[in-house]
């Protein structure tokens, strides 16, 4: 018997309700910071200079806007509605910085069904204070067939300067 941490399950479009929530939390470390940069391409030095950082605007590093965009993919894609949803839209709007080893937590709650089964959903991220960071709305095809599938192990993945 697989353990529930390790499956991954949809909600399908029948299932899905006006007002239904859920969530995805996730701490910025040092690694994700420099893999986000590595991956995206993104190398402000805002990201990744200390020395840089420390005459901006918010005094130290700070994390890439679209890190806290992934997470609201990532809690649309595994959690709610989950495996099967195709992304179609989102809104973003970037509310205050988000610094290393915030804990961030993604809520999407449902504001409407629509059509060929769309779903638009509210996405609210907060940090560990409570303190909203990013606000925005997506819009999904939700999945119309239940999955139950096994989450997939992802490769270890080392830095090297």
């Known amino acids: 018997m697989s353990d529930t941490l ?3 399950e949809n909600i399908t479009y029948d299932e899905l309700n006006e007002g239904d929530s859920a969530t995805f939390t996730r ?5 994700e ?20 950082a420390a005459e901006s605007m918010f005094k130290e590093r700070i994390a890439h806007g679209m890190w806290s965009g ?7 894609a595994t959690v709610m509605p989950g495996p099967g949803t195709i992304y179609l839209e989102q809104s973003l709007a970037f509310k205050r910085p988000v610094k290393l080893d915030d804990t961030l937590t ?3 709650t449902v504001l409407r069904k629509e059509p060929k089964n769309r ?3 509210q996405c609210d991220v907060r940090n560990q204070n409570d303190s909203q960071v990013v606000t925005g709305e997506a819009k999904v095809i939700a999945p119309t067939e239940k999955i ?4 997939p192990r992802l490769p270890k993945i080392t830095i090297e300067s």
């Open 148 to 151: 139950s599938l096994q989450k």
């Open 106 to 108: 993604v809520t999407l």
């Open 119 to 121: 779903v638009v959903l």
């Open 70 to 76: 992934s997470l609201i993919s990532a809690a649309l």
């Open 27 to 31: 701490t910025l470390t040092e690694d």
């Open 6 to 8: 390790d499956t991954l």
């Open 33 to 52: 910071l420099v893999l986000f940069a590595a991956v995206s391409g993104d190398v402000n030095p805002v990201h990744l200079d200390s020395e840089f």
